[in-house]
């Protein structure tokens, strides 16, 4: 277990597992231990990687953004709430500041969604 996970939920998955399964003996009771393990792995992998893509996702906006210098005119600046280097935290100006950098819709919705 890493710290902050929930032993009892684990227990939880793994008695469910062991309901279902009805392990009759030594091999079966592993079996069901990897599958509990294999489960809760899987599950601290999808939502660590969901951060790890969300901590970068302003980060590659900045990258972009520095790619093309100029691009983005004073008026649309403040429109969205953009000051020196900041980037807009909110989606909708994100949104537009993408757009200012010739990101389309779509693939700013598809960078949304997966991220």
């Given amino acids: 277990m890493l ?3 929930d032993e009892e ?5 793994r008695e469910a597992l062991k309901a279902h399964l009805d392990p009759q003996d030594l091999f079966d009771e592993l079996d069901v231990q990897d599958l509990a393990n294999n489960i809760w792995e899987g599950q601290r992998f999808q939502k660590h990687a969901t951060e790890l893509i969300n901590a970068e996702r302003l980060n590659a906006i900045k990258k972009l953004a ?20 900041t980037i807009p935290e909110d989606a909708i100006g994100q949104g537009v500041y993408l757009g200012e950098l010739g990101v389309s819709r ?4 598809r ?5």
């Avoid at 939920?9 to 998955?13: I, K, R, S």
């Avoid at 779509?106 to 919705?109: E, L, Q, V, Y």
């Fill in 3 to 5: 710290k902050g996970e």
């Fill in 106 to 109: 779509g693939n700013w919705f």
């Fill in 111 to 115: 960078l949304k969604r997966c991220c």
């Fill in 9 to 13: 939920l684990y227990a939880e998955l």
């Fill in 66 to 85: 520095a790619s093309r210098p100029g691009f983005l005119s004073d008026k649309m600046a403040k429109r969205i709430g953009v000051t020196g280097d």
